[in-house]
Each structure stands twice: as C-alpha cells, then as structure tokens.
T-cell receptor
C-alpha cells in the first residue's frame, strides 16, 4: 500500500523568505503523480503544483517549485518570496489510478 | 457549476440520527471522491465513483456509511446511526478524467458534529 509522510507538522517562515516543506512516500509503482495541495482556513483545497513521475524535470509554478527525487521517493515543495496569503495547511498527495492518498499535512505560518 | 458544491456546510446530529451529505460536482466531471478529514489531519479516502459506478469503497469505515451517485452527477454520502467518532469534515472532490493524474477540485466540505 502506498503511504505519504510529511515529517514537519508545523513550520514558520518570515515574509519574503524561502521555505521548503518535506515529503516522502512509499510505493512499488513506477508510474504515478505527485501533488501539493494547499488548504487555507476556509477549508477549500487548492492545487499548488503537480509532478508526473516519468518527468525528470522538476515542476515549477511561479513562486512554487518542487525537488522530485524519484529514487529517494522524496518530493519537497519550495516556496520562494513567502507571502501572508501562503499561510495554510499543505498536503503532499500521491496519485496512482483512482487512488489519491494524502499526507497528514504541514501547517505553514507566515511571520510578518 | 463554477466549482464543487457541498451541502450543508455544517450539520449537527444527535447520536443515532441518520444524516445525508450532498455533493454537486463540476458539470461533466467523470470522477468523484469522498474523503473524511478529522481535525488537524489529512483527508482519508472513503470512496470513488466513475460516473455512476462506485469503483472503490474500500475506505468506508463501516456498513453505516453508504454513498451513491445514481445519475453520474450529484452524489450523496449517507451515514446511518451516527456516532461521535463520525464527527469530521467530509470533503467531496471531482475530476474531469479517470482520476489518474487529473487535478481534483474540492468542495468546501461539510462539518459534521455528532453530539
């Protein structure tokens, strides 16, 4: 069975600084997707970034980028130039076929 | 619609009461998922539909939980004889494709409190 581990329950970062959220996962599959989703206090889950396992190039979306290490089964999220609106729970998500498996999340605080 | 809509947003049920939670997915979305999210935790998978077919219900915690999507659009999650451990936020998500690799769009959830 696939598992997703986020070892940092909470993190804080100064506004405008850079922060990296860690994620590791376990699977025997070679073809899958990985996502980072953001859940602000409003509870609306929002897609931040997506990575296909077959693509070696790390995905980027504006201030958000990932470091995907397939052999190490690691998928970290880097947020550059942190903004107050980035404060939220961040979930690392594994997707294979119809399975979408969430990690337990990292709560990110942005310090003004 | 513009997004995934869930109703009600909040539900308080007395222990033993039956509840029904509704999810209106984005029009045309094939896949629909239900998740249970306890306070401060990540969402836990409950069940998955592809159109009207319930292809995976392995996450339903007991036979008190039942989900349906009879016409391949609106879905209802029913919980019979609610218990306090059922208190959680229930999230619905839909995606355009089969669920593999497609972005899942989430509703704002229904917060169920069983007293």
């Amino acid at each position: 069975a696939q598992t997703v581990t986020q070892s940092q329950p909470e993190m804080s970062v100064q506004e405008a600084e850079t922060v990296t959220l860690s994620c590791t996962y376990d699977t025997s599959e070679s073809d899958y997707y990985l996502f980072w989703y953001k859940q602000p206090p409003s509870r609306q889950m929002i897609l931040v970034i997506r990575q296909e396992a077959y693509k070696q190039q790390n995905a980027t979306e504006n201030r958000f980028s990932v470091n995907f290490q397939k052999a190490a089964k690691s998928f970290s999220l880097k947020i550059s130039d942190s903004q107050l609106g980035d404060a939220a729970m961040y979930f690392c998500v594994f997707n294979r076929d119809d399975k979408i498996i969430f990690g337990k999340g990292t709560r990110l605080h942005i310090l003004p | 619609g513009a997004g995934v809509s869930q109703s009600p947003r909040y539900k308080v049920a007395k222990r033993g009461q039956d509840v029904a939670l509704r999810c209106d997915p984005i029009s045309g979305h094939v896949s629909l998922f239900w998740y249970q999210q306890a306070l401060g935790q990540g969402p836990e998978f409950l069940t998955y539909f592809q159109n009207e077919a319930q292809l995976d219900k392995s996450g339903l915690p007991s036979d008190r939980f039942f989900a349906e999507r009879p016409e391949g659009s609106v879905s209802t999650l029913k919980i019979q004889r609610t218990q306090q451990e059922d208190s959680a936020v229930y999230l619905c998500a839909s995606s355009l494709g089969s669920g593999f690799g497609a972005e899942a769009f989430f509703g704002q959830g229904t917060r169920l409190t069983v007293v």
